[in-house]
């Protein structure tokens, strides 16, 4: 469909499009409203997973010419059948949509069905799980990519793109430049004790860059996250074809701490971090995590983390996790003396899509003295952490829960963006994935 149709609907029908600043609140006070973000605009989609199909904790993201894929997934818990479609938006680096028309960013099909679903098996609560793998060139949904940047993915139902269902952002990087780099400690005020500094270059030998200062725009993403992304990064010097970044202050984030974890892969047997496991009247399982405590006072331990993300499983499946694994509702408790007055808290992680809204918010136990928070989650192996948030300014901030350490294993990602003079779209044209731990 043309872009241009495309905004126009959008105007007459009232609907005002956001970019990735606005406040949280508003995904939820206007569910339908088109923002720019990972977003789900109806309660009866759970466990949404999108990334590239080697890994499934891998992030959205694909290299433009080695036919990698990204692979949808989700349930549907109203358990029918449905027409699920989705369509593209190509993006500029700050994720406001670019001038391109959808003919020059997609060979082929511009619109895909998800012609594959299952229903759930030998669960209570009765789904759909729907999946769908893009781009598909040699498929009857043929589809293919044509330029590098950053793309809203959009689903919505029977072919009414105005009925949204859910907005992911994901990203194609075609490397014209290499970015090498230094991970350390950040120097002064006592923060080479918990915060995480990269230095990088980026060389473009073979690639011509007219002004780096003013038409390179360089992202960093710490765990697959964007609450807390880094943009701006200005180049420290120029060395014939090589840029260095090497300001503190610029590409500095917080260690953080291991995320805790839960295991619900079984509902027969307490694991390490579960406390109870019982039905409800109507039956429902419901699992009771160990009562959490305040990290920051504690000295770090190291142990293997999914940093943030999580497993979908059920042990006393016999084929497929995807429709055999079980919904229950996960209580979480962080006792907390009194109610912070600087913002609230909220449960952090790909089990709540990395955001801080109505979902994820924790309400205050005064009985209790404490923080509480119910999820209805699917079985699997989780990793999940609390963020404080005042709701004004972007980003959720984990000094006080969870503590912030130098030694803490994340994942990096950075992305370098380059708008040709004259040109309509922010290329994406360096991508390098880091490990805090491996050198």
């Known amino acids: 469909m043309n872009r241009l149709f495309f905004f126009i609907t959008f105007f007459f029908l009232g609907f005002k499009v956001f970019s990735q600043n606005e406040n949280a609140e508003d995904e939820y ?27 499934d904790y891998s992030a959205p993201l694909i290299n433009l010419n080695n036919g990698e894929q990204l692979e949808l997934s989700f349930d549907d818990m109203e358990g029918d059948q449905k027409q699920y479609s989705i369509s593209f938006i190509h993006c500029n680096a700050d994720w406001t949509p670019s001038d391109l028309r959808t003919s020059e960013y997609i060979s082929g099909f511009d619109e895909l069905h998800l012609l594959n679903f299952a229903y759930s098996m030998n669960t209570f609560q009765k789904y759909t799980h729907y999946s ?16 590098s940047g950053n793309y809203l993915m959009i689903v919505y139902l029977d072919g009414d793109r105005n009925n949204l269902v859910m907005c992911r952002r994901f990203m194609v990087y075609d490397n014209k430049v290499s970015i090498g780099y230094t991970f350390r400690q950040s ?7 918990n915060k995480q500094h990269i230095d990088f270059t980026i060389n473009s030998n073979a690639y011509d860059i007219t002004n780096p200062f003013t038409d390179l725009k360089v992202v960093m993403v710490q765990n697959n996250r964007w609450d807390n992304a880094v943009s701006g990064i200005k180049p420290t010097f120029l060395n014939g074809n090589q840029l260095v970044f090497s300001l503190d202050d610029a590409s500095t984030f917080n260690g953080g701490n291991e995320f805790r974890y839960f295991d619900m892969r079984s509902l027969r047997f307490l694991t390490e971090r579960v406390k109870d496991i019982y039905k ?12 959490d405590e305040i990290r920051s006072s504690k000295p770090y331990l190291f142990y293997n983390d999914i940093n943030g993300s999580f497993l979908i499983k059920n042990r006393e499946g016999l084929t497929n996790n995807d429709i055999e694994a079980d919904y229950v509702y996960v209580e979480f408790f962080l006792p907390y003396m009194k109610p912070e007055s600087e913002g609230n808290f909220y449960v952090m992680g790909k089990l709540t899509d990395w955001r801080m ?5 924790m309400t205050y136990n005064e009985l209790r003295n404490g923080y ?17 948030s005042n709701d004004i300014k ?15 294993e994340n994942d990096y990602n950075i992305y370098v963006y380059h708008r040709k003079f004259g040109g309509q779209y922010d290329q994406l044209i360096g991508m390098r994935k880091i490990n805090s731990l491996k050198k």
């Open 29 to 55: 006070v206007n569910p339908k409203v088109l923002k720019y973000d990972d977003v789900t605009y109806v309660n009866n989609i759970k466990t949404v997973m999108f990334h590239e199909t080697s890994w």
């Open 132 to 147: 769908i793998i893009f781009p598909m060139p040699n498929s009857q949904q043929n589809t293919q990519f044509t330029k």
């Open 187 to 193: 120097m002064g005020n006592g923060d080479q004790y």
């Open 280 to 291: 409800d009247k109507d039956l429902k399982n419901h699992v009771v995590l160990q009562n």
């Open 357 to 361: 809204n109505a979902n994820s918010k």
């Open 372 to 388: 509480e928070k119910k999820l209805y989650l699917k079985q699997g192996y989780y990793n999940y952490s609390y963020v404080l």
């Open 394 to 408: 972007k980003g959720g901030d984990e000094t006080i829960t969870e503590g912030n350490f130098w030694d803490t």
